[in-house]
């Protein structure tokens, strides 16, 4: 068989997603005694089956040779392809820097030829580059002459990668419906099963990511499950733990932790060469599930670990500090993950619920509620139903901060939400907050209730932390003199004699946040000394 004929070979194994034959097939060509042109298509070949072989070191270094070979030989087109893949390759390795270089040659090879595909994909990742620095406008532009480009070139492939890019562009331009008619459409390629392996896998990813971001968590899943059963196909590739990323989230959200730090865990192995940022996320979502069952040792590593691969800060530590009771540390983590997104509304809105929650904790209303504001303002213009069920969650602990008997009746609503969209703990963290409303404006057995249902769901979920704050709150007989759960604790601990400081390290509390609730205190009871309020506190049986 002749090399060209073994090269056809090859080509004929990609098209049936025979990623090991035609790995094979281009292996058995002796490159050093064929054409140079065959040999750096046989290169290209190489990099093609490497990359869904899950090799990506080699495809990278396949890629950079046959990208050379064709550059040499003023083969443009092929040339330029190749660089557009290699700014693919090293993206996905966290290399924006060399990413940039390969685009840069991309873009010198192939602007003679702008009626080609090769120079539609080039186009493409301009728009998702521009679209990650946050221009938008350029980003729509650019992607939406992609889209024509592709339906000139009769390019389903082209036509959907570039209906997916605009669709999530407009997502995050406020325009939510408008983006998610464009990845629909997108889909329809796929569902249709037009589009090549690698496109396909592209916009089910997107179609995820956008529902994620959106706060659409049923259609969110729905699709995980769909995606993850077409990446099984392509079970060494990167599809499969991207998809398994997707699916942790998903399981979390649904309370199944236990299958959802297993298939993160998979994800982070599975990624572990191929897709830094996304190895990144497995981490910070099995951070997030050991936070929450109490061991936070673990949650630590994790969290440090998403850190390292992705070189960006994790939000999730600002509430694992929350849990440790460093306040301070928790609110330097919030505000500097915060700051550092500057123009993506629905990425800064996930970060809301937990900046309120760390203000309430280190006594600053005011911040709070501007994180309340900004979070409501972006649910309401994206319709997002996540975001409107964490708004109401994150309005209820402003007024129970406020000592606003309308906190019962919002997170009672917000529990509602949280309920329609499946998600358990959000549903018991709302109950327990809506307890504790309701012990405030005075209503013991909506508080007996609301405990009792929380406390039921933490259980069944295993989340050690959030029982053990049900338990104390449950604990708390009907109070003298209208004093809060919260407020009883304080004075039991002023009863024993702890200082501001003692008293907030053990609550997980700011001094500033003791201080305030000892002048609420003082005033409830008619004392103006700590002895005073001792005496109080014995009288009424507060401490025994």
Not at 58 to 74: K, M, N, T, V
Not at 264 to 293: F, K, P, Q, W
Not at 363 to 390: M, Q
Request: aromatic share 6%; glycine share 6%; net charge negative.
């Amino acid at each position: 068989m002749s090399d060209t004929d073994q090269l056809a070979v090859a080509r004929q194994a990609l098209e049936s997603c025979d990623w090991q034959g035609a790995f094979d097939a281009a292996s058995a060509i002796d490159r050093s005694e064929t054409e140079p042109l065959v040999a750096a298509e046989v290169l290209d070949v190489l990099a093609d089956a490497e990359w869904w072989l899950g090799r990506l070191d080699a495809c990278i270094e396949s890629r950079e040779q046959a990208y050379a070979g064709f550059d040499e030989l003023g083969h443009p087109r092929q040339a330029g392809q190749c660089a557009v893949w290699l700014w693919e390759h090293h993206s996905f390795k966290g290399r924006p820097s060399i990413a940039g270089g390969w685009l840069r040659r991309a873009r010198r090879a192939l602007e003679s030829t702008p009626e080609s595909t090769e120079y539609g994909a080039l186009l493409l990742r301009e728009a998702e580059t521009a679209h990650g620095a946050g221009d938008l406008e350029e980003s729509a532009t650019t992607a939406l002459e992609v889209v024509e480009l592709g339906r000139r070139l009769r390019s389903p492939d082209l036509e959907a990668e570039a209906l997916q890019t605009l669709g999530r562009v407009l997502i995050d331009r406020g325009e939510p419906r408008e983006g998610l008619a464009n990845i629909d459409e997108a889909m329809l390629f796929a569902v249709e099963g037009r589009l090549r392996p690698y496109s396909t896998g592209k916009v089910y990813c997107s179609l995820i990511s956008a529902c994620e971001s959106l706060g659409d968590l049923a259609r969110a899943a729905e699709w995980t499950d769909a995606t993850t059963r077409w990446a099984q196909q392509h079970p060494l590739a990167v599809f499969p733990g991207l998809c398994r990323v997707h699916l942790a989230s998903s399981l979390r959200s649904r309370g199944d932790w236990n299958r959802a730090e297993e298939q993160a865990r998979r994800a982070c192995d599975e990624l572990a060469t191929l897709n830094v940022s996304n190895a990144a996320a497995g981490y910070a979502e099995i951070g997030e599930i050991r936070r929450r069952i109490g061991d936070l040792e673990g949650a630590e590593a994790a969290l440090h670990r998403a850190e390292e691969l992705c070189g960006q800060p994790q939000a999730g530590l600002a509430l694992l500090r929350l849990a440790q009771g460093n306040v301070e540390a928790a609110t330097a983590i919030i505000n500097r993950s915060i700051s550092e997104i500057t123009w993506d509304r629905l990425a800064r809105a996930r970060l809301l619920p937990a900046s309120a929650q760390i203000a309430i904790a280190a006594g600053d209303l005011v911040r709070a509620t501007a994180a309340l504001e900004e979070l409501e303002t972006t649910a309401t213009d994206f319709a997002s139903p996540a975001l409107i069920a964490a708004a109401l969650t994150t309005r209820g602990r402003v007024q129970l901060a406020a000592d606003d008997p309308a906190a019962c009746a919002t997170l009672h609503h917000a529990a509602e939400r949280w309920n329609e969209l499946d998600v358990p703990y959000e549903v018991a963290t709302a109950r327990m907050l809506q307890g504790s409303g309701c012990r405030k404006a005075g209503d013991l057995d909506g508080a007996a209730a609301s405990l009792a249902a929380a406390r039921e769901i933490f259980e069944q979920l295993g989340a050690a932390l959030d029982l053990r704050h049900v338990g104390l709150m449950s604990a708390t007989p009907q109070l003298p003199a209208g004093l809060s759960a919260r407020e009883a604790e304080v004075l039991r601990l002023v009863a024993t004699g702890a200082t501001n400081k003692q008293i907030a390290e053990e609550l997980f509390l700011s001094e500033k946040t003791v201080s305030r609730h000892l002048s609420n205190i003082f005033t409830k009871i008619n004392v103006t000394s700590r002895a005073a309020a001792t005496a109080f506190a014995f009288e009424q049986r507060i401490v025994s």
